[in-house]
């Protein structure tokens, strides 16, 4: 019998209780997405995660929801990614800043002027040696779904322009939890402080660091313009970024779930690096209206960085296989 607006009485009562629980038990089945990111749902991460929602939600049907904690609502990037860990947090997007220290072979994409421009950072990561390295994250109880991207970092202050490595000498700059960025501005001559991202602008405010390094991308969207004086358009070095979820939710998946969050993942790739590329161009502009006074490196300034950095890569070859290094550079 095929039930329609006008039947009514009893089985009519059954038929919509039957609906209501039908909607009730799918309600239930629904299962929520923690996501975590240290920047504003504006930022690139902020797009990244609306784009990775939105293809998960329409692949799925809905099964799952996202739960979005942009600004470092669930703690710092190391807690995020520990969160994923220990299955509290169900998926992020974070910098390479702490993930060396839970897989030490994605440090060698922080070695400073390792990649000439964003296309070779990409050709890099989205080849056989990024996808390698996002395969290591199965030994430490996590699942790395893609490589997005921050671009190139560069310095930020409130102490002096910077043109020349004396320039750093002793400034204190906020690095990332990353040894490999720490040695790279000990051999420069600076003061790094690594600290967690949460504590930065405070600190900046508060005069306990003079300044720190990250690309346009988190430079305009963290308003760092608020806090500091002076941008050197150094691009001393590559910032990628990695999309995360927890082993926890993986295992509980079906095949076609995890496509459809494989496929959410390459999407908001698409689109942090669609937002990269326009920041890279439209981004000094907008420091230099908000009162920031900028400086970029020429070629010979940032081959003087270069010159000057050289002893720390006796260390990277140290970690790194130098092979793979020369492989790296050697990627058209
Ligand atoms: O500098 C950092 O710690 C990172 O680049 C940031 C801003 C948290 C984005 O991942």
Do not use: C
Request: net charge negative; no cysteine.
């Amino acid at each position: 019998m095929k039930f329609s607006a006008r039947n009514t009485g009893p089985l009519a009562a059954l038929v919509t209780a039957l609906g209501i629980f039908a909607g009730v038990s799918a309600a239930q089945a629904q299962q929520e997405i923690k996501i975590g990111y240290a920047l504003a749902p504006t930022s690139h991460y902020g797009v990244a995660a609306e784009k990775w929602q939105e293809v998960v939600e329409a692949n799925t049907d809905g099964r799952y929801s996202f739960r979005h904690f942009p600004s470092s609502g669930l703690g710092g990037e190391r807690e995020v990614i520990e969160g994923l860990q220990i299955g509290t947090i169900e998926a992020t997007i974070v910098s390479s800043g702490t993930l060396s220290n839970f897989v030490p072979e994605t440090g060698v994409f922080d070695i400073p002027f390792l990649f000439r421009d964003l296309t070779h950072a990409r050709n890099v990561l989205d080849g056989e040696i990024g996808q390698n390295i996002l395969a290591k994250f199965d030994d430490v109880g996590l699942v790395a779904l893609a490589w997005g991207e921050q671009g190139f970092r560069h310095i930020t202050n409130n102490r002096n322009t910077i043109g020349k490595p004396d320039d750093v000498a002793g400034l204190k700059l906020r690095t990332m939890e990353n040894p490999i960025h720490i040695t790279a501005f000990e051999t420069l001559g600076a003061a790094p402080t690594p600290m967690a991202w949460p504590e930065v602008i405070s600190s900046l405010q508060q005069g306990t660091i003079d300044g720190q390094e990250n690309p346009l991308s988190v430079i305009t969207s963290a308003k760092l313009s608020e806090v500091q004086k002076y941008l050197t358009l150094s691009g001393h070095v590559y910032s990628p970024a990695m999309l995360l979820v927890s082993r926890q939710l993986w295992d509980g998946m079906s095949d076609e779930d995890r496509k459809a969050f494989e496929e959410g993942a390459t999407e908001a790739v698409k689109a942090m690096r669609a937002y990269v590329d326009n920041v890279e161009t439209s981004g000094v502009k907008q420091l230099k209206e908000e009162g920031m006074e900028i400086g970029e490196l020429t070629a010979e300034q940032k081959a003087a960085f270069q010159q000057a950095v050289q002893p720390a890569y006796e260390k990277y070859y140290e970690q790194y296989d130098k092979a793979l290094i020369d492989q790296i550079i050697a990627t058209e």
